[in-house]
């Protein structure tokens, strides 16, 4: 198990808000100290204040090295991981830094961690430790030789990694490492329910095609930033209407729109020349599913454009999964009626949907500098007029 000096852990916990940085250059002053492990424990704990904050507030818990600690999930997409296995018996086999495993298996009765990284298992035992975690079980071993001689568990939870010989960062299934299409069949023989975590970049239609016992897909995002896609496997369960969930983790709490892929495909929504009162844009999980015509059809709305994905109604619809304006106003393009519209206006915040210019030109032109309480979008309406449309939050 992974210990650090007593006098390492003094320096640590007495420079533990100091730049790692600069304490790296002062380390002749420290003789008795491992210094490269402080750095990597400071470093660590300040990450971990902002992405797993909990375990940031406990002093015995031990950090990796940078990369893992870049890779790792946060607290907040784990606690929902969490949310979705229950049962008697649980194996992590990519157990990386332990976040998700510790998270997940909390009301386990045993669990099982993988990883072939010694020293990645070293600190996880000595976490699971701290923790509490006492049936959690550590296996520095290769997943691809742990899982044929595991024993059958009732989840399976695998994040392959997505980067490539070369340090590249790789989305499609069969670029990652282990291989889960490869190991479909004996993954879904070894637990009754897989959970595998994919890169968010992830052709969500290649995936479902990819695998053959999906039942759910998740998608998350946190602060309407796509972070992870989560695709669960069930060889014993019905897969032809596969739900995808579409979950934004907020400060607010959890935005979700469940939907399936057929029911989108058959659906049919209004579309409008005219803005209503209040314009809206679906968070980064349903633009992601690409929830076009559902979203619009599950809160009445109409949609500006096919392609515009931003949506309109004269009534406000207060639990929308996204944000929500109140238009003030709107122009064309012609300098005149821009003049106008913007009038004094110094600074607003500008988004591009289905227009043919990006931010950074359009910002140019029309003279604004990013920021203030003004939202701008420029967009085109279904007699494809192009638009500039000012709102502020609703």
């Not at 550590?138 to 001689?149: A, D, G, Q």
């Not at 009732?154 to 069969?174: E, L």
Request: aromatic share 8%.
């Amino acid at each position: 198990m992974k210990q650090l000096s007593e006098k390492t852990k003094e320096f640590i916990s007495k420079h533990k808000q100091e730049n790692p940085k600069s304490l790296a250059l002062q380390a002749g002053k420290y003789p008795e100290v491992d210094m490269p492990e402080a750095i990597t424990q400071i470093s660590g704990r300040q990450i971990a204040s902002i992405k797993i904050p909990s375990w940031a507030q406990i002093d015995d818990i031990l950090y990796p090295k940078h990369l893992s600690m870049e890779q790792c999930s946060s607290e907040v997409t784990a606690i929902y991981k969490a949310s979705l296995v229950q049962g008697d018996s649980l194996t992590d086999l990519t157990g990386g830094f332990g976040v998700d495993c510790a998270f997940m298996a909390k009301d386990f009765k045993r669990a099982d961690y993988v990883e072939r990284q010694t020293e990645l298992c070293e600190i996880a035992e000595s976490n699971f430790k701290t923790l509490g975690l006492n049936q959690i079980s550590v296996h520095n071993e290769e997943s691809t030789v742990y899982l044929p001689k595991m024993e059958t568990v009732d989840w399976i939870f695998i994040d392959p990694a997505r980067r490539d010989g070369h340090g590249g960062k790789t989305v499609a299934i069969s670029d990652c490492e282990p291989d889960v299409e490869e190991l479909e069949e004996l993954l879904t023989d070894k637990g009754h329910r897989v959970m595998v975590k994919l890169s968010p970049m992830l052709d969500i239609a290649l995936a479902a095609s990819t695998l053959k016992y999906i039942t759910q897909i998740h998608i998350i995002s946190v602060g309407n930033d796509c972070k992870e896609l989560l695709l669960v496997l069930d060889k014993r369960t019905d897969s032809t209407e596969v739900p995808i969930h579409c979950i934004n983790l907020t400060a607010n709490g959890t935005q979700q729109f469940v939907f399936n892929r057929e029911a989108e495909q058959q659906a049919t929504c209004s579309y409008t020349d005219q803005l209503g009162k209040y314009l809206y844009e679906p968070n980064a999980s349903i633009m992601k599913a690409g929830a076009y015509k559902s979203i619009a059809l599950q809160y009445d709305l109409r949609k500006l454009n096919p392609n515009s994905h931003l949506y309109t109604s004269d009534k406000l619809i207060t639990d929308f999964p996204g944000r929500v304006f109140e238009v003030k106003n709107q122009c064309t393009f012609n300098k005149k009626e821009l003049k106008e519209m913007l009038g004094d206006i110094k600074k607003a915040n500008l988004t591009i949907r289905n227009f043919p210019s990006t931010v950074a030109e359009l910002r140019k032109r029309i003279k604004l500098n990013e920021g203030g309480e003004d939202y701008l979008f420029a967009t085109t309406l279904n007699n494809d007029k192009k638009v500039l449309v000012l709102c502020k939050k609703a």
